[in-house]
C-alpha cells in the first residue's frame, strides 16, 4: 500500500474501506448495515461478506496515522455494522481521533496494550478478546453490551472520566478470569449495570473515583475462582451490588448514550420491571475503602460451603447490609469498620455461618421489625465460642442510642454464654447469681428476695419467744427486726446476739444469714460490673 498524498486514498482499498476512509476525514458515520436486525446482529451466526469487511491494518492506519481532515470538519472513526478482519493491534500508539463502533465485529482479537485515546466507545460489539492493559484515556471508555468471548483485560490501565460497561457479556480467560482490571484507576464513575460475566471479575487495588455500580448484573465464578475478587478496592462515593429496575423500552437501540443502560432509580417506573444483583462464587472486598455506602440491597449471594462473602477490614460510613440470606457459605465482617449498619434480620446467616470478631459499628437501623431476641441470635451466630467482644458493642451501641434496658439484657446473654465455659463450681454459682438477681443487671429482684425472705423470718419468728443470753439485759423481742438484722449482713440492727436459739430456730436463722450474704455477694458483683462499664 503505497503512501498516500493529502486528499488521496491509498492503492489496493476495498471498496468498503474507501469509504471507511473518506468518512474518516470528514468525522461521519460511515453505516453498512442492511436495515434487517437479523443479518445486522453482531452475535449472530450469519455470515458478514467482504462488502462488509475492513482490514484491521487499514483501521490501525487511519487511526495512528490517518490523513488530515476535509477543511472545516474534524477527523474522526464513526462505524456501524462493519466486520473488522485480522487482528486490530495498536498497542503503544497515540490515537488522538474520536472512535465509536457500534454493532461491529471483531474477526481476532482487539490489542490495545499502553495505547493512548481521547475517546474510545465500542457499543454493542462482538470481539473474541479486548487486551488492553495500561491503556490510557483522555475521556470515556465505553463498552456497553459488546460481547466478549475470552475475556477482558484492562491491568493498570487509567481512565480519564467515566468507564461504562453496562449490559456486557464476557467469558472467562485461560485462567477462568473475566475481566481483570487490577489497578485500574478509573476518574470518575465505573457503571457496570446489568452485566454478564463468566469467569472472575477482578478488581484488586482498583480506584474509582465516583460510584461502582454493579447493580442488576450476573457474576458468575470458574472452578478455583471467585466472582468478584477485589481487595483494597477504593471507591470514593457508593459500590451497589443492589437491584436495577431495567426499562421494557426498546426505543433506544443502543445508538447514544446512556445506550439503554438499566434506571438506578429506587423508584419504580412505568415500564420497568426489577431484576436483583446475583452472584454464584465468592466475593472478596477485603481492606476496601468506600466514601458513602456497601449498598448490597435485595442482592443474592449463591456460595458453596467453603465460600465466603468477605468483607474483611473494610472501611465505610454506611453498610446496607438487606440480600437475601445464603443458604451457605459465609458472611465474614472481621476487622471491618462501620459507621451505620443498616440490615433485617432475615438476611444475616445462622450459626457458623456468620464471623464478625472485631467489627466495629457505632449504628443500628434496622430496615423493619429486629427484636433484640433476634439480635441476640445474630450475635451468638458470629460466635460459636464465647467471645465477649461482640456482646460488648452490641450493648454499647444499644447505650449509646438511649436503649439502656436493651444493653443490659445483652450483658446479661454475655454472662450466661460466659458462664457455660467456666468450671462446675464456678457454674453453679453463676446460675445462683442468675437466678436471684440476674448477675445484677436486674437489681430489683435483690429486693424482692429480700421482702420475701423478711415477710417469712417475720411469721415464723412471731411464733416464738427465745431466752435471753444475758437475763435482763435485752432489748424487747421484735421478730420483724430480728429477721431483718439476720438478712442484712454488717449492719446491726440491735436485735442479733441477744437470743439464744434452739433446736430448729438455729437452722432457720442461719439459713437467713446465709441467704443474706449470697444476696449481698451478688448485689455487689452486679454493682462492680456496673462501675466498670462506666
Not at 369 to 376: K, T
Amino acid at each position: 500500500m503505497t503512501e498516500p498524498h493529502d486528499g488521496e486514498f491509498p492503492e489496493g482499498l476495498s471498496p468498503a474501506e474507501l469509504g471507511m476512509w473518506q468518512a474518516f476525514r470528514t468525522g461521519t458515520t460511515y453505516d453498512l448495515r442492511t436495515r434487517d436486525r437479523v443479518r445486522d446482529d453482531p452475535f449472530a451466526p450469519h455470515v458478514w461478506g467482504p462488502e462488509r469487511s475492513v482490514e484491521a491494518r487499514v483501521v490501525a492506519r487511519l487511526l495512528l496515522s490517518g490523513p488530515r481532515p476535509r477543511p472545516g470538519r474534524v477527523a474522526a472513526l464513526k462505524l456501524r455494522g462493519l466486520q473488522i478482519t485480522g487482528r486490530l493491534d495498536l498497542a503503544g500508539g497515540r490515537v488522538d481521533p474520536y472512535v465509536e463502533l457500534t454493532g461491529c465485529r471483531f474477526e481476532e482479537e482487539v490489542v490495545l496494550p499502553e495505547c493512548h485515546f481521547t475517546t474510545l466507545r465500542m457499543v454493542g460489539c462482538a470481539m473474541p478478546r479486548l487486551e488492553a492493559a495500561r491503556l490510557r484515556t483522555e475521556g470515556d471508555l465505553h463498552l456497553p453490551r459488546c460481547r466478549i468471548e475470552r475475556g477482558i483485560r484492562l491491568t493498570d490501565a487509567q481512565i480519564g472520566t467515566d468507564l461504562l460497561i453496562s449490559q456486557i457479556d464476557i467469558g472467562p480467560d485461560r485462567q477462568g478470569r473475566a475481566l481483570v482490571g487490577d489497578g485500574l484507576t478509573v476518574a470518575q464513575d465505573l457503571q457496570a449495570e446489568m452485566i454478564e460475566t463468566h469467569g472472575e471479575l477482578s478488581l484488586r487495588g482498583a480506584k474509582v473515583g465516583g460510584s461502582l455500580s454493579l447493580r442488576g448484573s450476573r457474576l458468575r465464578a470458574t472452578q478455583g475462582r471467585r466472582a468478584l475478587n477485589a481487595p483494597q478496592l477504593s471507591v470514593e462515593r457508593t459500590l451497589y451490588m443492589s437491584e436495577a429496575w431495567v426499562s421494557v423500552d426498546t426505543g433506544n437501540q443502543g445508538n447514544t448514550p446512556p445506550y439503554g443502560i438499566p434506571t438506578s432509580s429506587p423508584t419504580p417506573a412505568r415500564g420497568t420491571r426489577p431484576q436483583v444483583f446475583r452472584c454464584r462464587g465468592g466475593v472478596r472486598l477485603d481492606d476496601g475503602r468506600f466514601g458513602d455506602a456497601v449498598d448490597l440491597h435485595k442482592a443474592v449471594f449463591v456460595l458453596a460451603g467453603h465460600e465466603e462473602l468477605s468483607l474483611r477490614r473494610i472501611v465505610v460510613p454506611e453498610l446496607r447490609f438487606n440480600p437475601a440470606r445464603p443458604a451457605q457459605g459465609r458472611v465474614v465482617l472481621n476487622g471491618a469498620k462501620v459507621v451505620t449498619l443498616i440490615d433485617v434480620s432475615t438476611s444475616w446467616p445462622g450459626p457458623g455461618g456468620l464471623a464478625m470478631g472485631g467489627f466495629v459499628y457505632e449504628n443500628l437501623v434496622p430496615y423493619g421489625h429486629f427484636p433484640l431476641s433476634r439480635r441476640l441470635e445474630w450475635v451468638s451466630a458470629a460466635t460459636p465460642e464465647y467471645v465477649p467482644e461482640p456482646y460488648e458493642r452490641l450493648a454499647a451501641v444499644l447505650r449509646s442510642s438511649g436503649e439502656d434496658a436493651d444493653a443490659r439484657e445483652v450483658l446479661l446473654a454475655k454472662q450466661r454464654r460466659r458462664r457455660e465455659t467456666l468450671p462446675p463450681a464456678a457454674k453453679l454459682w453463676g446460675f445462683v447469681q442468675d437466678w436471684t438477681v440476674a448477675y445484677g443487671y436486674r437489681p430489683g429482684r435483690a429486693a424482692v428476695w429480700m421482702a420475701v425472705l423478711w415477710a417469712a423470718g417475720t411469721v415464723a419468728f412471731s411464733r416464738y419467744e427465745p431466752a435471753s443470753i444475758k437475763g435482763s439485759e435485752h432489748p424487747e423481742w421484735n421478730p420483724a427486726l430480728y429477721a431483718l438484722d439476720l438478712l442484712v449482713p454488717v449492719i446491726n440492727l440491735g436485735q442479733d446476739g441477744y437470743w439464744r436459739l434452739e433446736g430448729g430456730w438455729q437452722w432457720i436463722a442461719a439459713a437467713l444469714v446465709l441467704l443474706g450474704w449470697i444476696l449481698a455477694t451478688t448485689v455487689a458483683a452486679g454493682a462492680s460490673r456496673m462501675l466498670r462499664r462506666s
